[in-house]
């Protein structure tokens, strides 16, 4: 259930637990009413995920009972997240906002050279499509080109860039695919874990082999939990 910021949640494998959750809504309500707060039902709702049990659930105020909307998706801090987990969604949205700002600079801009490309690209159009990237780094195909579209399109607007093929205009600027720098990212990020600079409990996500391999005095070979 999403409410503004407030989310409440649990697995549902049995009848007990929709009534576990019914219970901690109508927990909810009772404590909103004792201190003088409300939600407002119709900006609550109810999303599914991974089944497709038509499970139904209510918040009480003033006396009445309001049943929740059940919904496919929802926007949750600028993310949109699917009843399914994909992240298709977010693709198109995120690649949507990008285009317009490109579009913008495009009107605007002419015959930009490489440094001032960059500084626009990186400054005011990639952002769009690496928000919280971390929270939603797609994994099919169609998504990951739906991304790679933007960035292919915008190099173009470099000088003396245009004619070029996309690899060579990336090798001009010295950029690489938004796939390669979402890996890129994730290895940092698993570094930083391995070796202590996150105050992260690396077990809970990796398992170190035995036969490792050494790499620059590192021995690692990891299996993903």
């Known amino acids: 259930m999403f409410a503004d910021d407030t989310k409440i949640w649990t697995k549902i494998t049995g009848n007990d637990d929709i009534d576990k959750l019914q219970k901690d809504l109508d927990s909810l309500s009772r404590w909103l009413s004792k201190w003088l707060l409300q939600f407002n039902p119709t900006k609550c709702v109810l999303m599914h995920i991974g089944h497709n049990n038509d499970t139904r659930y209510h918040l ?7 049943e929740l909307q059940s919904i496919d998706k929802e926007k949750d801090l600028g993310v949109i ?6 992240v298709s969604s977010q693709c198109v949205n995120a690649a949507s ?11 605007q801009f002419k015959n930009l050279d490489k440094a001032s ?10 952002p ?12 099919l195909k169609k998504d990951i080109e739906h991304l790679e579209k933007v960035q292919r399109k915008a190099t173009k607007l470099g000088k003396g860039l245009e004619l070029l093929p996309c690899e ?22 698993v570094f930083k874990l ?4 996150e105050n992260i409990d690396h077990t809970h996500l990796f398992q170190l082999d035995d036969t490792s391999y050494n790499t620059r005095g590192h021995k690692y070979k990891l299996k993903k939990n």
């Open 60 to 66: 009480q105020r003033d006396g009445k009972k309001w």
């Open 81 to 86: 997240i699917s009843g399914d987990l994909k």
């Open 97 to 107: 906002k990008a285009n317009k700002v490109l579009g913008m600079v495009k009107r």
């Open 117 to 126: 490309f960059l500084i626009l690209y990186k400054g005011f159009i990639r």
């Open 128 to 139: 769009h499509i690496e928000y919280a990237v971390q929270a939603w780094s797609p994994y």
């Open 168 to 189: 060579k205009r990336l090798e001009a600027l010295k950029l690489t695919t938004l796939e390669k720098r979402r890996l890129r990212g994730d290895l940092i990020e």
């Open 194 to 197: 391995l070796t202590g600079r």
